[in-house]
Nanobody, 125 residues
């Protein structure tokens, strides 16, 4: 059983920064990719960033490229999302997820096997 716990969300003004963390636990934790997704009210869950667990290779949605950075600490089983230059449209519940196989694309939420409970990020204008 794998558990993911996100933290670090909050209220910030436009242009500000936040760092989200996702701590993983459980003997079965051995992901191929870890990803951050977000879901705003009335919208579908969308991909934000993904990281290959062993190589550290990263991918980003166009909407966050140059502003967000995903990273991981393999020893501690933690994934981070550093968010800079935040905009009101970044407001959403942010979720981290784990994908255990290489088939498919990092941005497809349906391919993720486990998820955290989410953390709210609110950016005021």
């Amino acid at each position: 059983q794998v558990q993911l716990v996100e933290s670090g969300g909050g209220l910030v003004q436009a242009g500000g920064s936040l760092r989200l963390s996702c701590a993983a636990s459980g003997r079965a934790f051995s992901p191929y990719t870890m990803g951050w997704f977000r879901q705003a009210p009335g919208k579908e869950r969308e991909s934000v960033a993904g990281i290959h667990w062993s190589t550290g290779g990263t991918s980003y949605a166009n909407s966050v490229k140059g502003r967000f950075t995903i990273s991981r600490d393999n020893a501690k089983n933690i994934v981070y999302l550093q968010m800079n230059s935040l905009k009101p449209e970044d407001t959403a519940v942010y979720y981290c997820g784990g994908k255990s196989h290489r088939v498919g694309d990092w941005s497809n939420a349906n391919e993720y096997a486990y998820w955290g409970q989410g953390t709210q990020v609110t950016v005021s204008s």
